[in-house]
């Protein structure tokens, strides 16, 4: 999860996006000139250009009926739509871009006796590939740090162009501090972090807030809860969909001599449609008590230079955030950091002034104080030292749509993009990165430690097991039997655990320990809060604890048979995904549970990947997501299967065949939206899987599926409207991709032009990736 230690920062600017994007957004948004000596905010190191085998797109005119300035808008799946390998534009805090190889499973079973294979699941190149499921795990469980600035900041921010205040300018440079972080576990251990991050959120704004389930029927009609719960994977659907369509309509009838006609499902990398989905999905978090991975860490209150009374603004910030109305919940523990910032006004106010107000604020709050000193004028594309300011990749899904719908329904909408000026970014950059290094890391393993000692090593020990018991049969109490929690619960009627109880204390300590990636401790905490949530009876506590507990357990390298292990994991799971489909009613905690749980397995290789399809299956039966998820999920339970290689010559135990099923499953339902460039390539990856399988076990002699296969194929290219090759092409295509196998050839052949169907190999292919490796290194697994 490290660089290499060479990587030199390029001070060439972000011009148009490479390979497929080039030209979507050259035709959207014109050609882009850039500046001499302007350096990006993304700047990244000088890496390999790509091969010369790349495809490129012509430039079209625009025919999408969108604005031009709306391009930007679809960046994140734009972008990632590249072959692996390409450059990717990374959070703006970085100075450096991953040249590490594609993400791929770990060879062999973690799970087995062999020490090699006892491995964390960081150690794989999944952790460091941008959109990989486990780097967006890694990326969405981090500490959240609320910004409450006074009105003189807000308006000194404002006159920059960021009329959401001083959270809007901050937002983005918490995706990635800078430099090397260096993280202390429980037992003292050191070890850096180059992709440690934080989330930024604004004080006050409890738009994700979800009440427990006793206060939401008192507080509100069940229909409306029922509605709250589900808009975030409502509003993750709708812009998934927005983003494909947005595709859909920029490559429509382009043909191309030179493009690739064969492109299927990218093992190697993952979707950039279903990266966005996950990220949306992880980005909307809510901020409920049975977790606290939404609640703040720290709070940043901030005054300017321009203040007349700036010790008497930090009193009433700090007033604020305990007794004001935008408080947090009284479930929310209040004993979080405080963090103080003076924002200096380079322009117009006097250094030697605002440095004297710094050092009083040092004497009266401590050391957890930072100048920040930003140029008060706005910064214009056109001025030699501005930098871009790209969108926050972990904007919500609903702050996403609402962005796209006004663009659609504005008629004098901006390019959202802003710009600030080097000296700004470089200044916000040290401030990150000294607060978290400083404060906010320094001050969540003290809060371990001490959490640790009084409080969980108690409950491990002996008088800590039998209290538990006691607490669980009452001793003669009827409790038990009622179906009610004993008297001696701490879980309050409301339906919650207040923050000063074990319970609550504990599970701050487990959220913690996870965010700070100190696995062990995360497990072990998690794993003694099921049984007390189990015995107190609440249900969304533990789900939420057997959820993370299967997490941690995943990512972890521990010693245990691959047999116990997937039997531990999969009482968790199925705790988990009972208790929050059934007894809670939580479709975005069943989906955020099973969901990351499968991408975990498949990372693990061998029968982890049977069970990651099992519970896609489970998913997909109780419909909990939308349309675009299931043909989003269809198409990773492909990758899955795909993935999986098996022993000998024969390959016996590989899921080829299986993965060929997924994929055309995939196909049928992204024909039914007419997306049908994603169903070409699902299409093509069933093409591909059953080129691989011995003749006589191939399609040809299924006639009902060969007519399936031939149906979907003329439906995507009408959909398409491509034009056939000729049937000389065709032929010399067909010959091009024989096999020595002669009933490999005539199989070949027949799911090029099955049944007098339109050819696959001859409709225009989506331009938005290269082709992977379908076959994918050796997994051996679980044991």
């Known amino acids: 999860m490290q660089p290499h230690e060479d990587a030199v920062q390029t ?12 030209s979507i957004m050259r035709s959207l948004s014109g050609p882009q000139k850039p500046r001499p000596g302007a350096s990006s905010i993304l700047s990244s190191p000088t890496i390999d250009p790509l091969s010369q085998s790349e495809f490129s797109l012509p430039i079209r005119t625009n025919s999408t009926g969108r604005r031009p300035q709306s391009a930007s808008l679809f960046r994140s799946t734009i972008l990632n739509n ?12 970085s100075t450096f871009r991953s040249t590490r190889s594609p993400a791929r499973t770990m060879t062999g079973s973690i799970f087995a006796g062999t020490a090699g294979f006892k491995a964390s699941l960081l150690d794989t190149g999944a952790a460091d590939s941008p959109g990989d499921p486990l780097n967006l795990v890694l990326k969405s469980f981090v500490p959240h740090v609320a910004i409450h600035a006074s009105q003189d900041v807000d308006d000194l921010v404002n006159a920059k162009g960021f009329q959401q205040g001083l959270w809007e300018l901050l937002r983005p440079f918490g995706e990635r501090v800078m430099g090397k972080v260096n993280v202390r576990d429980s037992n003292g251990v050191s070890r850096a972090w180059e992709d440690f991050s934080l989330r930024f959120t604004k004080f006050g704004d409890h738009s994700n807030l979800q009440m427990p389930d006793a206060l939401d029927g008192l507080n509100g009609s069940e229909k409306q809860g029922g509605r709250r719960k589900e808009d975030p994977i409502l509003d993750v659907e709708k812009v998934v969909e927005r983003h494909l369509s947005f595709a859909e309509e920029a490559f429509r009838g382009t043909v191309e001599p030179q493009t690739p006609t064969r492109m299927g499902l990218d093992v190697e990398a993952t979707s950039p449609y279903y990266a966005l989905y996950l990220r949306r999905l992880l980005s909307g978090m809510p901020l409920a008590p049975h977790e606290s991975f939404t609640h703040p860490v720290a709070c940043v209150m901030a005054i300017s230079s ?32 405080r963090y103080y910032i003076l924002v200096h006004d380079e322009e117009n106010s006097d250094i030697s002034k605002s440095m004297a107000l710094f050092e009083q604020m040092k004497r009266n709050f401590g050391l957890h104080c930072h100048l920040l000193r930003l140029r008060s004028s706005e910064s214009a594309e056109t001025d030699d030292d501005s930098i871009p300011l790209p969108r926050s990749d972990w904007m919500t899904a609903a702050e996403e749509l609402a962005d796209i719908e006004e663009s659609e329904t504005k008629e004098d909408f901006e390019d959202p993009t802003r710009h600030i000026f080097e000296s700004d970014a470089t200044a916000i950059r040290t401030f990150v990165r000294e607060m978290a290094t400083q404060s906010l890391i320094p001050t969540m393993e003290r809060n371990i430690s001490v959490w640790n000692d009084q409080v969980a090593s108690k409950r491990k020990g002996i008088s800590g097991r039998f209290m538990s018991l006691s607490k669980r049969w009452a001793f003669g109490s009827s409790s038990r039997s009622s179906g009610i929690a004993s008297s001696s619960s701490n879980y309050d009627v409301s339906g919650f655990y207040r923050p000063d109880s074990p319970e609550a204390i504990m599970r701050r300590l487990a959220d913690f320990a996870f965010m700070l990636r100190d696995w062990k401790l995360a497990m072990s905490t998690y794993d003694l809060l099921r049984t007390d949530f189990q015995n107190d009876k609440a249900w969304k506590y533990h789900a939420a604890a057997n959820e ?21 994991i999969n009482q968790m799971l199925d705790n988990a995904f009972y208790s929050y489909q059934t007894r809670c009613n939580s479709q975005y905690g069943a989906t955020r549970c099973i969901v990351l749980a499968l991408e975990l397995l498949r990372l693990r290789g061998g029968s982890g990947i049977d069970e990651a399809v099992r519970w896609g299956i489970k998913v997909l039966e109780s419909r909990l997501m939308g349309k675009i998820g299931d043909a989003l999920l269809k198409e990773r339970m492909a990758i899955c299967y795909a993935s999986k290689s098996g022993a000998g010559s024969q390959a016996w135990g590989s899921r080829k065949r299986k993965s060929a099923l997924w994929s055309v499953l995939g196909a049928e339902a992204w024909v039914a939206q007419e997306k049908y460039i994603q169903a070409q390539k699902c299409l093509n990856e069933a093409r591909k899987m ?12 299924f006639e009902v599926a060969s007519d399936f296969l031939a149906l979907l194929n003329d439906q995507v290219k009408q959909g398409l409207q491509v034009d056939l090759l000729g049937p000389e092409e065709n032929l010399v295509d067909v010959e091009e991709e024989t096999f020595d196998n002669d009933d490999r050839r005539t199989r070949r052949t027949s799911l090029i032009n099955p049944l007098g169907g339109g050819a696959v190999a001859g409709m225009e292919t989506a331009p938005l990736q290269s082709q992977g490796d379908a076959s994918g290194p050796s997994r051996d697994g679980f044991g």
Do not use: C
């Open 82 to 93: 590249t072959p692996p390998g390409s450059p990717r534009d990374a959070s703006p805090a």
């Open 548 to 568: 993370m507990a299967a997490f941690a357990l995943l990512i972890m390298p521990q010693n245990m048979s691959s047999k116990t292990r997937i039997e531990t």
């Open 690 to 701: 059953y080129s691989l399988l011995p003749g006589e076990n191939g399609i040809q002699r």
């Open 306 to 337: 321009r203040n007349p009374n700036p010790i008497e603004a930090l009193h009433r910030l700090y007033t604020e955030t305990r007794e004001g109305e935008k408080r947090y919940p009284v479930w929310v523990d209040g004993e979080y950091l």
């Open 11 to 22: 001070p060439s600017p972000v011009q148009s996006p490479p390979l497929a994007a080039s």
